[in-house]
């Protein structure tokens, strides 16, 4: 069962800017980094932001990460029809000792 | 380039057992930790635990203890899975994981960098 809590879907129109919230607590997103994953259908989750706002090289600076208190966002600006696809938040999780997901959510480009 | 590469798909009957394979290259894989992730159909990421690829010693998370064992053969770098007694609720995609968590000062930072494919384990009901 997921610990962070992402809304289940977002859309927008090419060009549009798109952001994802994700909850968690003082056990993790308050104390611990957050990370994001892209996965599109049939693929596994590629890593997209790690330490809450930083890119590996490749991701286009058009996705951003950001964090504040229990909460973490991801933007996405200038939305392309390539970017339709699942978005999973991360933490560390101080009390479970171990990895929390979010529920996860699906990027819809109209 | 660092990947790490899984083995095939696997249909299995209840009450039997399966091994999923996940061998790295590109990269010292006593290095970094090799971490397991579920992913039921339709549903999230869950994290299944990891192995310390240095010492071999494996950490499970909670509901994964017990029928779940993680192995490694560092003579040609593979982490293993191994899941006994199938229940059809074990269908699921099973990822590895390598960890690329970093310390600066006293702040540690964790996150997963690359991925396998993930291997598919069927088990009818």
């Known amino acids: 069962q997921s610990v962070l809590t992402q809304p289940p879907s977002a859309s927008g129109t090419p060009g549009q800017r798109v952001t994802i919230s994700c909850s968690g607590s003082?056990?993790?997103?308050?104390?611990?980094?957050v990370t994001w994953y892209q996965q599109f259908p049939g693929t596994a989750p590629k890593l997209l932001i790690y330490s809450n706002d930083q890119r590996p090289s490749g991701v286009p600076d058009r996705f951003s990460g950001s964090k504040s208190g229990t909460s973490a966002s991801l933007a996405i600006t200038g939305l392309q029809s390539e970017d339709e696809a699942d978005y999973h938040c991360?933490?560390?999780?101080?009390?479970?000792?171990?990895?929390?997901f979010g529920t996860g959510t699906r990027v819809t480009v109209l | 380039q660092v990947q790490l590469v899984q083995s095939g798909s696997e249909l299995k009957n209840p009450g039997s057992s399966v091994t999923v394979s996940c061998k790295a290259s590109g990269y010292t894989f006593t290095r970094n930790a090799i971490n397991w992730v579920r992913q039921a159909p339709g549903q999230g990421l869950e994290w299944m635990g990891w192995?310390?690829?240095?010492?071999?010693?494996?950490t499970y998370a909670q509901g994964f203890t017990g029928r779940f064992v993680f192995s490694l053969d560092t003579s040609v770098s593979t982490a293993y899975l191994q899941i006994s007694s199938l229940k059809a609720e074990d269908t699921a995609v099973y990822y590895c994981?390598?960890?690329?968590?970093?310390?600066?000062?006293?702040?540690?930072?964790?996150?997963?960098?690359?991925w396998g494919k993930g291997t598919t384990v069927t088990v009818p009901s």
């Open positions: 003082s056990s993790n997103i308050g104390n611990n980094a």
């Open positions: 994981a390598r960890d690329g968590s970093y310390q600066v000062k006293f702040n540690y930072y964790y996150y997963m960098d690359v």
């Open positions: 192995i310390n690829t240095n010492t071999g010693n494996p």
């Open positions: 991360a933490a560390w999780d101080d009390s479970l000792s171990g990895y929390v």
